[in-house]
């Protein structure tokens, strides 16, 4: 079992910047993807970013050049700056890990952005 933790949401306005944190704790070998969906009320549950284990990493295309996610890997944690905040970033963004043939969520954090 793969614990998930997120951190670092909250209220901002246009224009600002976010950065969430996740930590990853329990069985965590195997662990091959890490990565950040968000949700909107009314809207499905979306890919934001994710990073593989060689580094390589894939963005919804409405953050690209905004939003950079990172991974380190001595400390468990995944991370995802968020900049250039817009209305349209309001959501409730979980953290997940993919493990062989499970994948794991975290609680989910709140980011609110106002106009």
């Known amino acids: 079992q793969v614990q998930l933790v997120e951190s670092g949401g909250g209220l901002v306005q246009t224009g600002g910047s976010l950065r969430l944190s996740c930590a990853a704790s329990g069985s965590i070998s195997g662990i091959s993807v890490m990565g950040w969906y968000r949700q909107a009320p009314g809207n499905q549950r979306e890919l934001v970013a994710r990073i593989f284990n060689g580094g390589t990493t894939n963005y919804l295309d409405s953050v690209k050049g905004r939003f950079t996610i990172s991974r380190d890997n001595a400390k468990n944690m995944v991370y995802l700056q968020m900049d250039s905040l817009s209305p349209e970033d309001t959501a409730v963004y979980y953290c997940?890990?993919?493990?062989?043939?499970?994948?794991?969520w975290g609680q989910g954090t709140q980011v609110t952005v106002s106009s």
């Open positions: 997940y890990a993919k493990q062989r043939m499970s994948t794991y």
